[in-house]
């Protein structure tokens, strides 16, 4: 079983930053993808960011220019910095984990963008 443990997430005013990071445990391996989703209130769960275990990155275009994901294969670890917030990125971001056609996702971290 692979355990997702997220960090970070608040409140933060529009233009600020915020990083968000997820380390995985158990039985995750080393040949994976990692990443984020985000859902908001009676809104679909969406994609964020994803990187493979090659650092290959996947961005949506509502964050594209604004947030990082990066990635440290030796603890298994994402980090996404979020820079320039916008209210609309207000959502619950999830962890994700990809490996041998199972996903898993850590328990979610409230993002709150407002003034």
């Known amino acids: 079983q692979v355990q997702l443990v997220e960090s970070g997430g608040g409140l933060v005013q529009p233009g600020g930053s915020l990083r968000l990071s997820c380390a995985a445990s158990g039985s995750a391996g080393r040949l994976n993808v990692m990443g984020w989703y985000r859902q908001a209130p009676g809104q679909e769960r969406e994609l964020v960011a994803i990187?493979?275990?090659?650092?290959?990155?996947n961005y949506a275009d509502s964050v594209k220019g604004r947030f990082t994901l990066s990635r440290d294969n030796g603890k298994n670890t994402v980090h996404l910095q979020m820079n320039n917030l916008k209210p609309e990125d207000t959502a619950v971001y999830y962890c994700?984990?990809?490996?041998?056609?199972?996903?898993?996702w850590g328990q979610g971290t409230q993002v709150t963008v407002s003034s």
């Open positions: 994700y984990l990809e490996q041998f056609a199972a996903n898993y």
């Open positions: 990187i493979t275990n090659h650092l290959i990155t």
